[in-house]
């Protein structure tokens, strides 16, 4: 039996060559407006209105055909872009023929047609499955069936970006009310975005939306994007950075690592396999109990996943905890340990230089060294009373039980004010005495 004909193949005899983009996809809902000469404007303010009412695109046949400039996966984001600045296309697993392209081989068959491809479908595809027994009082779900959807791949024969776009929808992305029920365009998540790791509350972020001008425009196709976008669309994004903030704060004694498997049965996953959670703990200053600042979803409950996790939150955050608590799963403290296992080699190498001659010298490009992946940042700010803090990370702010920062020398030499820090106490101020609970729990990282 043959098998059955590919898709670019059953349906398609020609890719025509859109030389501009903008000729096939529609132009994007929401546009920049400039601001005019002599017109006062907030810096940073939220100029950006969105075009509503529109015409969606029509082409003769269902699926449209047709080949566009380039031929890297650089050039077919590129084109993935500017179909979102409409609908916010959801994307597919991509799939790559890169690696058995390199590799020799000798199997008989079907020739490999492209090098990568790139699926994405209307966020309304699908239809809305009603959970039974559900609390739920209002269900509302955009899921229409919407089967238009498209991709573009590196076809290999021609080299060249090859697209198919089944454009036809069930429903009208145009529309205002659509516009309004689905997802703020990307243009604005960026602007959010960056208001919001400026440090910016809710409230300056509200006031850099409402421009006058804007707002005073009389045309009924053209509205403000400050109009779509509420609380919730940022709320997110404020916990994110008051949780690591948190975790920067307090979080360098003990952090407790929570595991809960089998937490999300998603069916993106083969064999039956489920999602892992794992939540990150640290003790609230005020209250004295659990504060959650982190989680993850792995697909597996091995080793490797939360390796790769605790690599991650070192070296976007530079934390270095004294312990990490869990329960007893092995796989916890494997990937635990692997994680630090570069700490002892500083370990080693501050305690080569705590004992020589003169350390001023070396022990600052020990810094440099060593600062660059986040694990000495507890060594950069210094309290003049650290008799008190040994076995503990010195890492206290100005302000709080610290008259001044102390001077290389001081935390070297020993000249510290109350004279009571020896050479053994400091290399035990380097690296903390964690002790404290059963060792099958506590997780010593440095």
């Given amino acids: 039996m043959k098998r059955p004909a590919s898709t670019s193949n059953s349906f398609i005899s020609n890719y025509p060559l859109v030389d501009d983009i903008y000729d096939v996809v529609p132009l994007p809902f929401t546009q920049k407006i400039p601001v005019q000469p002599n017109q006062p404007v907030i810096p940073n303010a939220l100029r950006m209105v969105r075009i509503v009412g529109g015409s969606a695109p029509s082409f003769p046949t269902a699926t449209h055909c047709f080949t566009i400039p380039g031929r890297t996966l650089e050039d077919a984001q590129a084109f993935v872009t500017a179909m979102q600045a409409t609908v916010y296309w959801s994307s597919s697993r991509p799939r790559s023929n890169i690696e058995r392209l390199a590799a020799p081989s000798d199997k008989k068959g079907r020739p490999i047609e492209y ?6 479908k209307c966020p309304q595809t699908g ?26 791949y590196h076809h290999l024969k021609s080299d060249s970006l090859r697209v198919e776009w089944q454009w036809k929808h069930n429903h009208n992305p145009f529309s205002a009310e659509e516009m309004k029920r689905n997802r703020v365009p990307k243009m604005v998540e960026d602007w959010l975005t960056e208001r919001v790791i400026s440090g910016l509350g809710w409230k300056a972020i509200h006031k850099l939306m409402y421009s006058p001008d804007i707002f005073a425009m009389g045309d009924p196709s053209v509205r403000a994007e400050a109009r779509y976008i509420k609380y919730d669309h940022v709320r997110q994004l404020i916990l994110a950075m008051r949780m690591k903030q948190q975790l920067l704060d307090h979080g360098w004694g003990m952090l407790i690592l929570d595991s809960t498997h089998n937490s999300v049965d998603n069916r993106s996953l083969s064999k039956g396999q489920k999602f892992s959670l794992y939540t990150f703990v640290i003790r609230d200053p005020i209250v004295g109990k659990g504060l959650p600042v982190c989680w993850a979803f792995t697909a597996s409950a091995a080793s490797e996943p939360i390796e790769a996790v605790m690599k991650w939150l070192r070296s976007s955050t530079g934390i270095v905890p004294c312990a990490i608590m869990s329960d007893c799963a092995l796989a916890i403290k ?19 230089i705590i004992y020589s001659q003169n350390p001023e010298h070396s022990l600052m490009s020990f810094y440099a060294k060593w600062s660059l992946s986040g694990d000495l940042i507890f060594l950069s700010e210094g309290c003049s009373d650290l008799s008190c803090s040994r076995g503990v990370p010195v890492r206290a702010e100005l302000g709080s039980n610290c008259e001044r920062p102390m001077s290389w020398s001081e935390r070297i030499t020993g000249s510290d004010p109350a004279g009571s820090i020896s050479k053994l106490d400091r290399a035990s101020w380097f690296r903390p005495n964690i002790g404290a609970g059963p060792s099958s729990v506590a997780h010593r990282t440095r």
Avoid: M
């Fill in 127 to 152: 239809i809305h499955k009603a959970v039974p027994n559900s609390r739920k009082k209002r269900a509302v779900s955009k899921k229409c069936g919407c089967t238009s959807k498209f991709s573009i």
């Fill in 115 to 120: 090098s990568f491809r790139l699926d994405y």
């Fill in 334 to 352: 494997k990937g635990v340990s692997n994680a630090y296992t570069d700490l002892d080699e500083a370990v080693k190498e501050f305690q080569h």
